[in-house]
């Protein structure tokens, strides 16, 4: 499907697309649908306008988000001590941290920024680095439809070096979704001679990630291994009555997870 909006040439509308077919959207559209059948049917229309509703109340809820995330997204579990002790011993093996987006400018700051998610994710990957003193490879460009402006591999070389004092060894910031980070990444990695990658992204993004680098490497004629090093993975708990109530966090759950179940859908 990815391939199919770049052959046609509307990559660039993937944002207004995906707005139109996440929540709150088609919720909202149930509800004018039960509101047009008011006049004849007037029964009917009062369950279709509940269903709406409720739809549009449990999206915004922790408990749906985290039910949707154990749901659609098969967990993968952080690396453990011991995983990350021995990858001091891993010969030809670098970091790669998947870029979370940009801002394009950070008025406290004066130029553009990494959003938090990019933050997390580049200080994870850091932090993993200082454990192991293996190199670090940051993918990022901009969004399919984003303006003109730094890539997000600038940013978060800038920011490396600023904030966490450690300048990274490669950037790559031609890539505008994942699958592009993986082809890239992996193609800019096989001509420095890495045979390992230990893929860094938040919990909710590896299952993707790992299926888009796992269909680069195979696109090579040498294999590649791959060590998944999640970070940001929330346990299941037993929900409690709060978790039910709307709140902002649930909605962003929600949009989030169900964002990365539609992007392994088109293959991006």
Known sequence: MNDFLLWLGIDNWRPALEALVMPPVPFLVIVLLGARLFARYRVRAWMVVSIGCLGLWAMCTTAVGTALTH??????RSLTANE??????????AIVVLGGGHRDFAPEYGVSELPPRGIERLRYGLWLSRQTELPVLFSGGRAHGAQAGQSEAEIAARVAERDFGRPLKWTEGDSRDTRENALRSVALLRQQGIERIVLVTHGYHMPRSLGNF??????????????AAPMGIEPWMKPRLMDFLPTVAGYTQVRLVLHEFVGRLIGA
């Open 71 to 76: 749901w659609l997204l098969p967990p993968t």
């Open 84 to 93: 990350v002790a021995d990858l001091k011993k891993a010969p030809r093996t």
């Open 214 to 227: 796992k269909s680069a490497i195979a696109l090579g004629s040498t294999n590649l291994q791959l060590v």
